[in-house]
Every structure is written in structure tokens, then in C-alpha cells.
């Protein structure tokens, strides 16, 4: 069966590394805290800018790794909770950017999750005829929406941006073969920004409360992420009919160094066929899967007809898994 594949990818990440050492001079953490509960040693946070500027330079270079122009493309997705503003889309700001002139497009609010149900949404898009080369994007700018002051959140997050390219596979043999989503709205009040939506518009009160800013039940949302990214894996390796032998690579969402290793150990899948780069960038959000298969591909490690499995879980609560053979490299 003819099938949607990744044919390019590329990643941004601001120049500016803030190690776990500059949270120790403004907050009551420790580089040690911070390193042996969550496997993150360092982030990146821009220092201006939205989304789409994350975005920009990861599209560039993805399309200049196709060797296309960006009048090529048809469509452009961007999976992001940090959006430039609430309107016109992140989507619609980069295509001007870009000069994506012949392509329309929209943005996707799925928070750790978005990436991956943008690559579905993006595939099928693709392989239903919809479009022919769909711009799939996962950025967030983190630092704009977590409280400096709160040692729980800050330490987490990093800004980055990672993109991929999907257009019909040449071969049969690679490209995306499986998926499955979920989402549990159940869990909305274990992660969320209260205020500056239409419920609570962004008043003078909001900002004083510091509303406007990530809560979170930290050990809920970590409970919930390795139950359910493991489950979600599960169920796609069910459906792919796949054993985890088959997988080269796995690539997970990075969020947390601990809740990677638990959905590892619970699968049974040995730590090396697992993609780790959280401990540089902490958690991106929706740029965290991109921005791993961008890096890996750039590093050689990704080789053509690999089979690799995506799994996310995040905010809403949201999860899902694709199943792909890579098709870069041929
Ligand atoms: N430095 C020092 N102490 C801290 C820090 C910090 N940066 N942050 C929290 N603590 C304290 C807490 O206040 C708490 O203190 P208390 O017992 O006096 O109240 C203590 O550490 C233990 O807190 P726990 O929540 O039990 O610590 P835990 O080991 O669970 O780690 C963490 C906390 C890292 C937030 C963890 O719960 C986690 O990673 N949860 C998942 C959250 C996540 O990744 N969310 C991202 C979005 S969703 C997703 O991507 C899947």
C-alpha cells in the first residue's frame, strides 16, 4: 500500500544554554535536585521571539535537506501550546515567513502530544489526497509560559523547535505504517494554564495572580505518563503486529528522565534503542520527538528502512504512538 512518509527533517534550539548551576543562584533547587529527578542538565530559553521564530530556521533547514523551495509545500501544520498569539496561527505567521506561498495550514493544540497527532493528521492529509507536502512543525517557547519564581515547572522546560516533511513514500517499504491516539479530557486540571483563554481572559487580576502561568500535579502527570505512554505503545505494537525486537529505535517524548526509563522497563525494551536528549534541552513540548529524529538523522544514527516507534503523553491528558520506517537515506 502506497503510504505518507518523513522525507526531511531539521531542528532549531536558541543559542542560549542555561545549565542547572543558574537555577541555584534564583531558586531553593539544586543542580543535584534537578539532575537525579528529572535527567536534565541543561536547556535552552530564547531570548525574543515566538514560536514561529523557533520554527523558521528547523523549516529551512528541512527543506533545504529536500532541496525544495518553500512554494513547494501545500499545507503547514504547527503542533504548539505556546502560539505567537491567539490569532492569526503560528501556521499562517511562518508561511509568510517562509515564503510558503501556495501552502494553507494550522496550528494543532495537543501540548507533548502535538507533534505526534500533527504527524497523523499530517499523513493523512497526504495519503488522502488532501495535499501533497505538508510542513509538520512542533514548537514551543516554554519560558513564556512558566513561572520563573516556581521551582516545581521552571527547571522542566526548554524553547526549541523540530519539523519534518511528509510527502508519498517512493518505496512500499518505508514510511508511516501505523498509529494510535487517545485523549482522557479527565486530566485536564492535572496540567493546564488557568487564566488568559475566553474562561478567564487576561485581566489585571489574572496578571497579578500569576495565572497565566503551567500548574501541575507533578507525581499525577508522572503516573499518568507511564502508564499511559506505555499502554499507547503497547497497543500500537498490538496493531502493527511488531515485537519490540523489530524496533530499532524508540522516541519518546522527554519530559522526564524517570518516566522514560519506567516506560522502557515496563515494555521490556533495553535503554539504548532509546532516544535521550532531554538531558540538553530539557522538556520542548511539542518540538521534543522532531527535535530527536532531527538530531539523530543529523548524527548518522538513523538508518533507511529503520523501524522506529514515537510515543507521547502530555497535557489533556493526551497520548499517542506512531509506527515508522524511516525513509531518509536511501
Ligand atoms: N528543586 C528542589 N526541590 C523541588 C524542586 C526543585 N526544582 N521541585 C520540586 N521540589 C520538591 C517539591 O516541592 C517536594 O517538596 P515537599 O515534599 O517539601 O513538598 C519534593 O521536591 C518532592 O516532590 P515530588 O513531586 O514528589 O518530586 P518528584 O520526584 O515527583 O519530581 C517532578 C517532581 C520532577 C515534577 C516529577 O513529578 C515529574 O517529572 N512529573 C512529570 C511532570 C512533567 O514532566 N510534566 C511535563 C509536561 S507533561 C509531560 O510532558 C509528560
Same mark, same amino acid.
Given at each position: 500500500?502506497?503510504? #505518507? ?18 537555577? &541555584? ?45 518553500? #512554494? ?16 492569526? +496561527? ?17 496550528? $494543532? ?8 497527532? #500533527? *504527524? ?22 516554554? +519560558? ?11 527547571? *522542566? ?48 487580576? +489574572? ?23 506505555? &499502554? ?9 503486529? $511488531?515485537?519490540?525486537?523489530?524496533? #530499532? ?11 522514560? &526509563?519506567?516506560?522502557?522497563?515496563? $515494555? ?63
Amino acid at each position: 500500500m502506497p503510504k #505518507a512518509a518523513i522525507t526531511a527533517t531539521g531542528h532549531y534550539v536558541p543559542p542560549d544554554v542555561y545549565p542547572n548551576a543558574w537555577f &541555584e543562584q534564583r531558586l531553593d533547587t539544586t543542580d543535584a535536585w534537578i539532575r537525579s529527578r528529572t535527567g536534565i542538565a541543561e536547556r535552552r530559553f530564547a531570548s525574543e521571539g515566538g514560536a514561529s521564530d523557533l520554527a523558521l530556521p528547523a523549516a529551512r533547514r528541512c527543506l533545504e535537506m529536500r532541496g525544495i523551495e518553500a #512554494a513547494a509545500l501545500d499545507c503547514i501544520i504547527v503542533a504548539t501550546m505556546t502560539p505567537d498569539r491567539p490569532i492569526p +496561527s503560528t501556521a499562517a505567521i511562518l508561511q509568510a515567513k517562509l515564503g510558503a506561498i501556495n501552502a494553507w495550514g494550522f496550528d $494543532l493544540a495537543g501540548a507533548c502530544s502535538g507533534f505526534v497527532y #500533527a *504527524l497523523v493528521t499530517a499523513t493523512k492529509l497526504v495519503e488522502g489526497g488532501a495535499a501533497r507536502r505538508v510542513l509538520v512543525c512542533g514548537a514551543d517557547r516554554m +519560558s513564556s509560559v512558566v513561572d520563573p519564581t516556581d521551582r516545581a515547572t521552571a527547571v *522542566l522546560f526548554g524553547d526549541g523547535a523540530g519539523v519534518v516533511l511528509v510527502e508519498m513514500s517512493e518505496d512500499d517499504e518505508v514510511g508511516v505504517f501505523e498509529h494510535v491516539c487517545h485523549m482522557d479530557g479527565e486530566g485536564a486540571t492535572a496540567l493546564y494554564v488557568p487564566a488568559g483563554g475566553s474562561l478567564i481572559p487576561a485581566d489585571a487580576e +489574572s496578571v497579578a495572580q500569576r495565572r497565566h502561568f503551567v500548574v501541575q500535579d507533578g507525581a499525577t502527570v508522572f503516573r499518568a505518563a507511564v502508564v499511559g505512554m506505555a &499502554e499507547v505503545i503497547a497497543e500500537l505494537l498490538k496493531r502493527a503486529d $511488531l515485537t519490540l525486537e523489530d524496533v #530499532a529505535w524508540m522516541v519518546p517524548h522527554q519530559a522526564n528522565r524517570r518516566i522514560i &526509563e519506567a516506560v522502557a522497563r515496563r $515494555l521490556g525494551l533495553p535503554l539504548e534503542r532509546v532516544v535521550i536528549n532531554l538531558d540538553r534541552y530539557g522538556n520542548t513540548v511539542a518540538a521534543t520527538i522532531p527535535l530527536c529524529l532531527s538530531e539523530w538523522h543529523d548524527d548518522g544514527r538513523l538508518a533507511y528502512g529503520d523501524r522506529i516507534v514515537l510515543a507521547a503523553f502530555g497535557a489533556g491528558f493526551t497520548s499517542g504512538a506512531v509506527y515508522l520506517r524511516w525513509a531518509i537515506g536511501a
